[in-house]
């Protein structure tokens, strides 16, 4: 019997065929004969048989599959405001608009418009952190755990941190405190144990090797029952005292207090900055509502050791970042313009009424949906076991979950007791009408 594998089309044959010139047209012809091999490859695995759908759909489909971009938007229907598998915070119009104007051509990176020389990159966004956090000087890096790793090696490589074991904490992606220390050339020294760390302990560690006490806010899980820790405050006035520097890692970058919404726990950056830190480190992605970014406030000489530590260089911030973090900053010049325009607050604060409306927006002509009170969640480990109240649209199958995320663009819910849940806190307002039909095309 003759092998069907032997009656495959030829790559070249199907290269040559009428079906595919829309394809060579609009597409690379590298990508078009990889798209043929990859499917006349997966019918010689399957014994020869063609593809059900006909070569040509079949290729088209594996052109399809390879021209798309693999970093796709997506809605977020989840409630997870700060969705780290979703990319964070969503940018605030100005933001992306300013991004959007640096990126399409050249900018004043590093050059000084006034002096016609160079510049340093190093002064964008600096002026804006001090005005709105009273800082003497800052300096922005491409992440937190960048700006952590910074500061302990301009400070303390070669010497001494001492850090409480109840904040030798684990971050996303596996990384954890003692291994950013010990990378950047800091020896750890733990103190106290995971739920009780008083001022005693710092004291007996400080050593002529200490070179920097260090306080990690422990952001993404929280202690409770029988605990002790040494504040902020009183943390700094102990290592001033013994003649050593003190970094405050803050963790979310909170620059706007949202205790009147109920959200309490999170240290404000102004609080850090009046506790005497002779730096402070936070995200800019995270409650801040930024880009990806690790910002350092902190003493001039504490800052001015950070940018001429040789690490400097391998976390800096590309121009993009610093575009997007100097308009999401600009907006916080006015506190309430910053709540209504920086999505990561507005979602934050708003109210369980119009999230109802919202909700009910979303469920108008669906089939087999009901609109049920619910809980969002803040996620990126900021106000850890705090949890909003909302209203959520409720799909009677779970397996609509699966089916959402085929969509264009994809629409990520949740799955709870059998149900596909979606929660309107994390739609945005565009997004409304388009997961509404979604949901009706599903139905």
Not at 201 to 214: G, I, P, Q
Not at 254 to 281: H, M, N, Q, R, Y
Not at 298 to 315: H, L
């Amino acid at each position: 019997m003759t092998d069907p594998r032997r009656k495959l089309p030829a790559v070249d044959a199907l290269l040559e065929g009428p079906g595919l010139a829309p394809l060579l047209a609009a597409h690379p012809r590298g990508l078009v004969v990889r798209a043929v091999r990859e499917t006349v490859d997966a019918a010689r695995a399957n014994g020869g048989t063609p593809p059900a759908e006909g070569w040509d759909a079949a290729i088209g489909a594996a052109v399809a599959r390879r021209a798309a971009p693999s970093l796709a938007p997506v809605i977020n229907a989840t409630g997870v405001v700060l969705h780290t598998n979703l990319g964070r915070a969503p940018l605030a119009a100005p933001a992306i608009a300013a991004l959007t104007s640096v990126a399409a051509g050249y900018s004043a990176l590093e050059y000084d418009l006034g002096r016609g020389t160079r510049g340093s990159r190093h002064v964008h966004c600096r002026d804006l952190l001090v005005e709105l956090t009273g800082a003497p000087d800052a300096l922005v890096v491409n992440n937190a755990a960048g700006a952590v790793l910074l500061a302990l090696s301009a400070l303390a490589r070669g010497g001494a941190a001492i850090v409480s074991r109840g904040e030798l904490v684990e971050i996303g992606g596996a990384f954890r405190i003692p291994d950013i220390m010990a990378r950047s050339g800091a020896q750890l020294v733990e103190v106290g144990t995971t739920n009780r760390t008083n001022r005693k302990d710092y004291e007996k560690a400080l050593t002529a090797e200490s070179r920097l006490v260090l306080k990690v806010h422990r952001s993404n899980f929280q202690v409770t029952g029988f605990t002790e820790d040494v504040p902020a405050a009183e943390l700094a006035a102990l290592a001033h005292a013994r003649k050593v520097p003190f970094l405050y890692d803050v963790g979310s970058g909170l620059l706007l207090d949202l205790a009147p919404w109920g959200l309490t726990g999170e240290p404000t950056v102004a609080e850090a900055v009046a506790s005497g830190a002779d730096l402070i480190a936070f995200s800019g992605d995270k409650l801040l509502g930024g880009p990806q970014a690790g910002i350092l406030l902190g003493r001039e000489a504490a800052i001015a050791a950070c940018r001429a530590d040789p690490i400097a260089r391998t976390v800096r911030a590309d121009k993009l970042t610093l575009a997007a973090l100097e308009a999401t900053l600009a907006l916080y010049r006015d506190p309430e313009t910053a709540r209504r325009e920086i999505p990561v607050l507005r979602m934050l604060t708003e109210d369980k009424d119009g999230l109802k409306r919202r909700a009910e927006a979303l469920q108008d002509g669906v089939k087999n949906t009901v609109v049920i009170e619910g809980e969002s969640e803040v996620g990126g480990g900021s106000f850890p076991g705090a949890k909003l109240p909302t209203w959520l649209v409720s799909l009677s199958d779970e397996r609509c979950a699966a089916r959402l995320r085929t969509n264009h663009p994809p629409i990520i819910a949740r799955v709870a007791d059998g149900r596909t849940l979606l929660d309107p806190r994390t739609i945005l307002p565009h997004q409304v009408e388009a997961v509404r039909i979604a949901l009706m095309a599903d139905g």
